[in-house]
């Protein structure tokens, strides 16, 4: 059942959806429309490349990514929302202490989005919220909410409903926030007055592009997935591939490096809300102290977390491999080097193939020739 006949003052709802989301954590709400077709050929193409490895579920909905008004029937605009995520106590100086992390290659880096709590969730139920306080006031209307939860082209509702400008990382910026934020939404069925879209500001800049540890941005705003340590630490399954290995480091769920060397991000604004706070334990922490974690201490460390999805088998795999690339910057019969040997060899006896392989690889680096 839609709404979609009843009469709103547009603006005037859109002004006092703002002040709402404002009050609920959100940065900024925009008014996209559902016409996405100019993205389709981009996306088809993704696609066809290959680009999106073993993430079935981008190919799986066909266009209907691109075509909200097919997803959710009725659909006329898409209210967008960003938040910012980082804590609270993020100090001025914060890309410079995330790079001084991949110097230590004893620790183990987990993307900032990921330290806090499970953005699905925050974002998922404050929308839920904008919702309810929206049909409070105009009566009920048809709706859905979504934050990375299903076939929605995000990151081009964003961008076309003025949240920011598609950097060539592919990453929605914006000069007063640079990127350090999710994007959710809220497709209704009552036509609201469009925001406009912002112009773009990468000029001449590729120093994301040039950052990338393992040229995962192949030409401005083309992301081929399979070579982000982003996908590969989370979304795939399966063994990573050997070449790509050493390129990880001590990234071990996520990766920041393209958003870090953005010159945009040090206008990227804290989060007043709790949630996205550093949980203890997720970061600074030593590989080693991670590698102990058994499945009981991972699901407790991680309640909340988005890292919790993948599971404690992938977390092993991750560690392993950065614990490999630690192997290779230690004298071969140091103590740090023999710790980890030690760590590392105390779990194959009862590790799956998959682990199996990665810690025999770990061990296999940084031997002497
Ligand atoms: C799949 C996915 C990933 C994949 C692929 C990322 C990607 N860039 O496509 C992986 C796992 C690698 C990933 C990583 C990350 N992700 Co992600 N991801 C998504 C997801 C679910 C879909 C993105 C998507 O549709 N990609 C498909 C391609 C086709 O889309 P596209 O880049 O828009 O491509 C357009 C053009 O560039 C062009 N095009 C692209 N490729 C090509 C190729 C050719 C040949 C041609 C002609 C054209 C073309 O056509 C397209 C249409 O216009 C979204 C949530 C959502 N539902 O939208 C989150 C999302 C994009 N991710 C997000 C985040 C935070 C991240 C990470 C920062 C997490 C981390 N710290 O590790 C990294 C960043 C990596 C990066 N540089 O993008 C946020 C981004 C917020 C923001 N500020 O923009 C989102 C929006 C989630 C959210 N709700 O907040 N992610
Ligand atoms: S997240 Fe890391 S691996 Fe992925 S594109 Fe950015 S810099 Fe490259
Ligand atoms: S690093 Fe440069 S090119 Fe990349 S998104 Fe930022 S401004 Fe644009």
Same mark, same amino acid.
């Given at each position: 059942?839609?709404?979609?006949?009843?009469?709103?003052?547009?603006?005037?709802?859109?002004?006092?959806?703002?002040?709402?989301?404002?009050?609920?954590?959100?940065?900024?709400?925009?008014?996209?429309? #559902?016409?996405?077709?100019?993205?389709?050929?981009?996306?088809?193409?993704?696609?066809?490349?290959?680009?999106?490895?073993?993430?079935?579920?981008?190919?799986?909905?066909?266009?209907?990514?691109?075509?909200?008004? !097919?997803? #959710?029937?009725?659909?006329?605009? #898409?209210?967008?929302?960003?938040?910012?995520?980082?804590?609270?106590?993020?100090?001025?100086?914060?890309?410079?202490?995330?790079?001084?992390?991949?110097?230590?290659?004893?620790?183990?880096?987990?993307?900032?989005?990921?330290?806090?709590?499970?953005?699905?969730?925050?974002?998922?139920?404050?929308?839920?919220?904008?919702?309810?306080?929206?049909?409070?006031?105009?009566?009920?209307?048809?709706?859905?909410?979504?934050?990375?939860?299903?076939?929605?082209? !995000?990151?081009?509702?964003? %961008?076309?409903?003025?949240?920011?400008?598609?950097?060539?990382?592919?990453?929605?910026?914006?000069? !007063?926030?640079?990127?350090?934020?999710?994007?959710?939404?809220?497709? =209704?069925? #009552? $036509?609201?007055?469009?925001?406009?879209? =912002?112009?773009?500001?990468?000029?001449?800049?590729?120093?994301?592009?040039?950052?990338?540890?393992?040229?995962?941005?192949?030409?401005?705003?083309?992301?081929?997935?399979?070579r982000c340590i982003s996908y590969l630490t989370i979304e795939h399954a399966g063994p990573i591939p050997l070449e790509?290995?050493?390129?990880?480091? *001590?990234?071990?769920?996520?990766?920041?490096?393209?958003?870090?060397?953005?010159?945009?991000?040090?206008?990227?604004?804290? *989060?007043?809300?709790?949630?996205?706070?550093?949980?203890?334990?997720?970061?600074?922490?030593?590989? /080693?102290?991670?590698?102990?974690?058994?499945?009981?201490?991972?699901?407790?460390?991680?309640?909340?977390?988005?890292?919790?999805?993948?599971?404690?088998?992938?977390?092993?795999? *991750? =560690?392993? =491999?950065?614990?490999?690339?630690?192997?290779?910057?230690?004298?071969?019969?140091?103590? %740090? $080097?023999?710790?980890?040997?030690?760590?590392?060899?105390?779990? $194959?006896?009862?590790?799956?193939?998959?682990?199996?392989?990665? /810690?025999?690889?770990?061990?296999?680096?940084?031997?002497?020739?």
């Amino acid at each position: 059942m839609t709404f979609s006949s009843i009469q709103i003052d547009g603006p005037q709802v859109v002004a006092q959806i703002r002040d709402w989301a404002r009050e609920l954590g959100f940065s900024q709400i925009g008014v996209a429309g #559902v016409d996405l077709s100019s993205a389709e050929a981009g996306l088809i193409e993704w696609l066809a490349q290959g680009f999106h490895g073993d993430m079935d579920y981008m190919a799986a909905h066909g266009l209907r990514r691109a075509r909200p008004a !097919e997803l #959710v029937p009725g659909t006329v605009s #898409v209210i967008t929302a960003r938040m910012d995520y980082l804590g609270g106590a993020t100090p001025a100086d914060w890309q410079a202490v995330e790079f001084a992390r991949l110097a230590r290659p004893a620790e183990g880096i987990v993307s900032v989005y990921a330290r806090g709590r499970d953005y699905h969730k925050v974002l998922r139920a404050r929308l839920q919220k904008l919702q309810t306080r929206i049909a409070q006031h105009i009566g009920p209307f048809g709706h859905r909410v979504f934050t990375d939860s299903a076939p929605v082209l !995000e990151a081009e509702l964003a %961008a076309r409903s003025g949240q920011g400008w598609r950097g060539k990382h592919t990453l929605v910026l914006k000069r !007063e926030a640079g990127s350090m934020f999710f994007l959710g939404e809220i497709y =209704v069925d #009552v $036509a609201l007055p469009r925001s406009a879209p =912002v112009t773009a500001h990468c000029g001449s800049c590729q120093a994301c592009i040039d950052v990338c540890p393992t040229r995962a941005i192949v030409a401005p705003h083309r992301l081929d997935a399979r070579r982000c340590i982003s996908y590969l630490t989370i979304e795939h399954a399966g063994p990573i591939p050997l070449e790509l290995r050493p390129l990880i480091g *001590n990234r071990i769920y996520g990766c920041d490096d393209c958003q870090l060397i953005c010159p945009w991000n040090k206008f990227a604004q804290r *989060n007043a809300l709790p949630d996205f706070d550093e949980r203890a334990g997720l970061s600074g922490q030593q590989l /080693i102290t991670l590698w102990g974690w058994r499945e009981e201490d991972f699901l407790r460390h991680t309640e909340g977390s988005p890292i919790r999805r993948i599971g404690h088998e992938r977390w092993l795999r *991750n =560690v392993a =491999v950065a614990l490999g690339n630690a192997l290779r910057t230690w004298p071969a019969g140091g103590p %740090a $080097a023999q710790a980890v040997r030690a760590a590392l060899a105390s779990r $194959a006896a009862d590790a799956t193939p998959l682990m199996r392989e990665h /810690i025999d690889w770990a061990l296999a680096q940084g031997r002497p020739a």
